[in-house]
């Protein structure tokens, strides 16, 4: 099994900055593409940013420019840097990885973590 633990988030005032930080552990042989989801209050989970391995990444529009995720391969870690962020920025945030378990896996599981609170004040 794999488990993904995310931290950093809280309560942030609008202008201000947040980093998130997610630790993948378990039975790993590789890890694929890890990324950021997010779900406010009656809405849907929706893509925030994603990275693969070879540090690729993919964001939102609604978070271009004011957010970077990053990744350490070694530790099986990605994190996001929130800057600037907005009161509609305001959801649990997800982290997500695709992992090999082993080198005969045939494809990739996919993993999440319990979530994240982030609340932006304005």
């Known amino acids: 099994q794999v488990q993904l633990v995310e931290s950093g988030g809280g309560l942030v005032q609008t202008g201000g900055s947040l980093r998130l930080s997610c630790a993948a552990s378990?039975?790993?042989?590789?890890?694929?593409?890890m990324g950021w989801y997010r779900q406010a209050p009656g809405k849907q989970r929706e893509l925030v940013a994603t990275i693969t391995s070879g540090g690729d990444t993919n964001y939102a529009d609604s978070v271009k420019g004011r957010f970077t995720i990053s990744r350490d391969n070694a530790k099986n870690m990605i994190y996001l840097q929130m800057k600037s962020p907005l009161p509609e920025d305001t959801a649990v945030y997800y982290c997500?990885?695709?992992?090999?378990?082993?080198?005969?896996?045939?494809?990739?599981?996919?993993?999440w973590g319990q979530g994240t609170q982030v609340t932006v004040s304005s």
């Open positions: 997500n990885a695709q992992v090999l378990s082993s080198q005969w896996s045939s494809s990739p599981s996919d993993y």
């Open positions: 378990g039975r790993i042989f590789r890890i694929n593409t």
